[in-house]
């Protein structure tokens, strides 16, 4: 739906900053409600520490569940364009292709949400904020596939996990 300008809303424009990590891991958790089928969960969430000093791999540890760490960050151009390229695309369940067709209703639904959710986000972020894809290394599970992209802004380090276990 890249015809209708989501950050043009006034829920969006009018939200204050501290609401809109809220509404963020609202629009993420009714994504996650549209995406799940059995044996197809979801887990997408949006987690901030701070930054101390320059390092940002210590800084996303701590936003990290105890049994993981960073194993590698990889900066990207653009924190909007890879979060919308992941959303819903990657997480699409395959067990109804019909009901995911590119124009049936539920992709619809989907493709909005996550246009509303990087809108959201864009508020948080500005377009040229230093971002990387995380690798992260477990020491047992963490998710059959994911993206987890890292924002840096000023003196805060942003976790946008995107993941999926089957």
């Known amino acids: 739906m890249t015809e209708f300008d989501w950050a043009g809303l006034s829920a969006a424009r009018n939200a204050t900053q501290e609401a809109v990590p809220e509404m963020v891991n609202r629009a993420l958790r009714v994504l996650e409600d549209l995406l799940e089928e059995t044996d197809h969960a979801c887990t997408f969430t949006l987690v901030d520490g701070p930054l101390t000093g320059d390092d940002v791999g210590a800084a996303v540890d701590a936003l990290l569940p105890a049994n993981c760490r960073v194993s590698g960050l990889e900066p990207v151009d653009s924190w909007s364009a890879t979060a919308r390229a992941a959303l819903p695309g990657m997480f699409v369940p395959g067990r109804q292709p019909h009901a995911w067709a590119e124009q049936g209703a539920a992709r619809m639904l989907a493709e909005a949400l996550a246009d509303w959710a990087v809108a959201l986000m864009g508020r948080l972020w500005p377009a040229s904020a230093e971002s990387w894809t995380l690798t ?3 020491r047992d599970w963490y998710e059959g596939a994911y993206v987890d992209l890292v924002v840096r ?5 942003w976790l946008l996990h995107l993941g999926v276990s089957d």
């Open 136 to 138: 992260v290394h477990a």
């Open 153 to 157: 802004v000023r003196d805060r380090v």
